[in-house]
């Protein structure tokens, strides 16, 4: 496998804002599939403070090649944080049939 496809990570400050995006995700086909971790407590550093929040992760299945031009700005429009988690992971491995169901759901070239 060419780690063609990826889990994206995203943040988000509760559960409306996630299903936010996650529905602007799914209505333009940046994504097959998200699944929604809550609450998630996250601990981080942000302008020079040491700071925690309760949160929700989003757990999203795509492809790589929608990753930096498509997803990124999709999220970023609507995220009501200043700088969002927005990171990915390779899909090193996965059942053939999953991941061509990715293909088929997700916007083509």
């Known amino acids: 496998m ?3 496809y990826i889990i994206a990570l995203i ?6 804002t996630g299903e936010q995006i996650t529905n602007n995700l799914l209505e333009k086909k940046l994504v097959a599939c998200v699944n929604f971790i809550t609450p998630v407590v996250s601990f981080f550093s942000w302008q020079g403070e040491i700071d925690q929040d309760d949160e929700v992760l989003l757990i999203l299945k795509s492809r790589a090649d929608l990753f930096e031009s498509k997803l ?3 999220v970023e429009a609507i995220h ?11 899909i090193v491995m996965g059942s ?5 169901w990715i293909d088929e759901v997700t916007l083509q070239k």
Do not use: F, G, H, S
């Not at 943040?11 to 409306?16: E, I, L, M, S």
């Not at 053939?96 to 061509?100: A, I, K, V």
């Open 80 to 90: 009501p944080y200043e700088v969002p988690e927005i990171i990915a992971l390779p």
């Open 11 to 16: 943040t988000a400050p509760n559960q409306d």
């Open 72 to 74: 990124i700005p999709a």
């Open 2 to 4: 060419d780690n063609k």
């Open 96 to 100: 053939e049939n999953y991941l061509n």
